[in-house]
């Protein structure tokens, strides 16, 4: 069984850091990617990030880039996203799911963690 666990949300004050943490299990981790995806109150949901567990493919969103990072630990099966000098709109849910091929499409993603919230204040 898929599993995929968020931790390390919280509130944070405009231009500071969060590291969001994905503990995935019931897959070969080093085959699939894993992505984060956040959905803002009346938005949709949009892909942030992504990482190929072999090493290969690291993908952000251009609203995000140069601010954070992914990064993963196949020996822990987690993936971390570390979020730096952060804005208001970066508030939402963060979510981490099973992204195959990084492709950052919501449409296709079967599994789903169950989100953690992030809130920036100006």
Not at 36 to 59: H, I, L, M, Y
Request: with cysteine; net charge neutral; glycine share 12%.
């Amino acid at each position: 069984e898929v599993q995929l666990v968020e931790s390390g949300g919280g509130l944070v004050q405009a231009g500071g850091s969060l590291r969001l943490s994905c503990a995935a299990s019931g897959f070969t981790f080093a085959d699939y990617g894993i992505g984060w995806f956040r959905q803002a109150p009346g938005k949709e949901r949009e892909g942030v990030s992504c990482v190929r567990n072999s090493g290969d493919t690291r993908a952000y969103a251009h609203s995000v880039k140069g601010r954070f990072t992914i990064s993963s630990d196949n020996a822990k099966g987690t993936v971390y996203l570390q979020m730096n000098n952060m804005k208001p709109e970066d508030t939402a849910v963060y979510y981490c799911a099973l992204d195959r091929d990084c492709d950052l499409a919501p449409a296709w993603i079967h599994y789903w963690g169950q989100g953690t919230q992030v809130t920036v204040s100006s």
